[in-house]
């Protein structure tokens, strides 16, 4: 079976410009969160969903960042603008229904973003 | 909040070593996960711990959680090249949420 897909793998931009991360879940989980990771901050959720829906977007850092999941098996970030210090490496994990609070997430390989 | 403090935050052991990487948290911990990462990929789930005294092993990677769930230990036996990467440990922080410690660098010299 496929794990998370995340799309692009690398991403190179201009400041000002606008960037759309793309993630494709593991079929049958319902759950997805976006991460990013960076050297000097470690590895921060950023946004998760449940069922599509967004539940917790408290580390989302600035109203430049947007995410959506239309269905079940498609989410996106969105950077507008773009800026330097949103270069850093982006996550996306999946994880199954269950009746664990925490259950096990698959991440996928993750984005790295570079903003000139 | 939750805070995880790794340690060491890196470590270079021959081939063949034992080694231990400690994760300690201000809290009590309520499911405690440990990821390996290698450079340019995503997280590998490695195994999770939820009760005090907890130990659980895979292959030659074994992790203890304490009896006051504050601190865990994943230790590795005879190590071998393929366990160099960086290891992350993970707890929950409610409703699903992770928070990660900064993580601990590993090398394999052989």
């Known amino acids: 079976d496929a794990g998370v897909i995340q799309s692009p793998r690398h991403e190179v931009t201009e400041m000002g410009q606008e960037v759309t991360l793309r993630c494709k879940p593991i079929s049958g989980h319902n759950s997805l969160f976006w991460y990013r990771q960076t050297m000097m901050r470690g590895l921060e959720l950023l946004i998760y969903f449940n069922n599509n829906v967004p539940i917790d977007d408290s580390g989302m850092p600035e109203d430049r960042f947007s995410a959506k999941m239309p269905n079940a098996s498609f989410s996106t970030l969105k950077i507008q603008p773009s800026e330097p210090r949103d270069s850093a490496v982006y996550f996306c994990?999946?994880?199954?229904?269950?009746?664990?609070?925490?259950?096990?997430?698959?991440f996928g390989p993750g984005t790295r973003l570079t903003v000139l | 909040s939750q805070e995880l403090e790794q340690s060491p935050q890196s470590l270079i052991v021959q081939e063949g070593k034992n080694l231990t990487i400690n994760c300690t948290s201000s809290k009590t911990l309520y499911g405690l996960y440990w990821y390996k990462q290698k450079y340019g990929e995503g997280l590998i789930f490695l195994m999770m711990?939820?009760?005090?005294?907890e130990e659980k092993s895979h292959e030659k990677i074994t992790a203890k959680l304490d009896e006051k769930k504050q601190q865990s230990s994943l230790h590795i036996t005879a190590s071998q090249p393929s366990h160099a990467g960086i290891y992350l440990c993970?707890?929950?922080?409610?409703?699903?949420?992770?928070?990660f410690g900064q993580g601990t660098r590993l090398t394999i010299n052989p």
């Open positions: 993970g707890a929950g922080k409610g409703a699903q949420k992770l928070v």
């Open positions: 994990a999946s994880s199954p229904p269950g009746t664990h609070l925490y259950n096990e997430q698959f």
């Open positions: 711990l939820q009760k005090g005294g």
